[in-house]
């Protein structure tokens, strides 16, 4: 515990002593709900890039969901007031491998190519446990979500077309669906630079989104990452 304790106040540190996370998306909704209940799957961190640490800074709680173990470790230190579990979300019940660069990191994945098409490669390999969304919230009585992050690391979209608008039920959502001339995009060219506007047209034409439009509307993105809210 104290290795993981160390690594916050290291992570802490180099943040500038700032433990709001990322905070676009988290202020846009706590302009409409002050305190809630959230679910992020692949948490990766109690703060650094977390959508959610200024959610829990004001008040909220809710269920943190990572492949891997010493990330939940670090929640379950800095997070108390959370349920925080070691596992994957994937399309299917069961065990599946999981491939990590290192034992915390924001690529780790239960895609085996995934790593390789960032220019990584597979250094640690885990049988985890994984789950669908719908026996998560069964098991753990998740009834009412107001903000869910599903961040899995190229295998978002086939869990989202996977997953029944029931499943996915909250009043906000964020989903990361990557491009894919690295990750599957088709008959699509990338621009030279990065482009908001670029990645919030993909996703508005892309199958995902005529599937989620039946329950949300497209709120705002960061790249290939996008908030929705409930209709």
Not at 8 to 18: M, P, S, T
Not at 157 to 162: A, E, L
């Given at each position: 515990?104290?290795k993981?304790?160390?690594?916050y106040?290291?992570?802490?540190?180099?943040?500038?002593f700032?433990?709001?996370?990322?905070?676009v998306?988290?202020?846009?909704?706590?302009?409409?709900?002050?305190k809630?209940?959230?679910?992020?799957?692949?948490?990766?961190?109690?703060?650094?890039?977390?959508n959610?640490?200024?959610?829990?800074?004001?008040?909220?709680?809710?269920?943190?969901?990572?492949i891997?173990e010493?990330?939940?470790e670090?929640?379950?230190?800095?997070?108390?007031?959370?349920?925080?579990?070691?596992?994957?979300?994937?399309?299917?019940?069961?065990?599946?491998?999981?491939?990590?660069?290192?034992?915390?990191?924001?690529?780790?994945?239960?895609?085996?190519?995934y790593l390789?098409?960032?220019?990584?490669?597979n250094?640690?390999?885990?049988?985890?446990k994984v789950?669908?969304i719908?026996?998560?919230?069964?098991?753990?009585?998740?009834?009412?979500?107001?903000?869910?992050?599903?961040?899995?690391?190229?295998i978002?979209?086939?869990?989202?077309?996977?997953s029944?608008?029931?499943?996915?039920?909250?009043?906000?959502?964020?989903?990361?669906?990557?491009p894919?001339?690295?990750?599957?995009?088709k008959?699509?060219?990338m621009?030279?630079?990065?482009?908001?506007?670029?990645?919030?047209?993909?996703?508005?034409?892309?199958?995902?989104?005529?599937?989620?439009?039946?329950?949300?509307?497209?709120?705002?993105?960061?790249?290939?990452?996008?908030?929705?809210?409930?209709?």
């Amino acid at each position: 515990m104290l290795k993981y304790a160390l690594k916050y106040l290291k992570d802490y540190a180099r943040l500038g002593f700032n433990s709001d996370g990322y905070t676009v998306f988290s202020k846009i909704i706590l302009k409409k709900i002050k305190k809630g209940i959230y679910l992020d799957i692949g948490c990766y961190h109690p703060i650094k890039d977390s959508n959610t640490a200024l959610l829990y800074k004001n008040g909220w709680k809710g269920t943190n969901i990572d492949i891997s173990e010493e990330s939940i470790e670090m929640f379950n230190i800095f997070r108390p007031n959370d349920l925080n579990l070691s596992l994957g979300i994937s399309t299917k019940n069961g065990y599946q491998k999981a491939y990590f660069e290192k034992a915390i990191s924001t690529l780790s994945s239960l895609d085996g190519t995934y790593l390789g098409k960032q220019g990584r490669k597979n250094l640690i390999v885990r049988k985890v446990k994984v789950m669908t969304i719908k026996s998560l919230r069964k098991k753990y009585k998740i009834n009412k979500l107001d903000f869910l992050k599903i961040d899995c690391e190229n295998i978002d979209m086939s869990i989202i077309m996977k997953s029944s608008l029931k499943d996915l039920d909250s009043n906000y959502l964020c989903l990361e669906i990557l491009p894919t001339n690295i990750y599957g995009w088709k008959n699509h060219k990338m621009p030279s630079r990065s482009n908001k506007k670029y990645y919030r047209n993909y996703f508005l034409k892309s199958k995902v989104y005529r599937k989620l439009k039946k329950n949300f509307i497209f709120v705002d993105n960061d790249q290939a990452t996008f908030l929705l809210k409930k209709r």
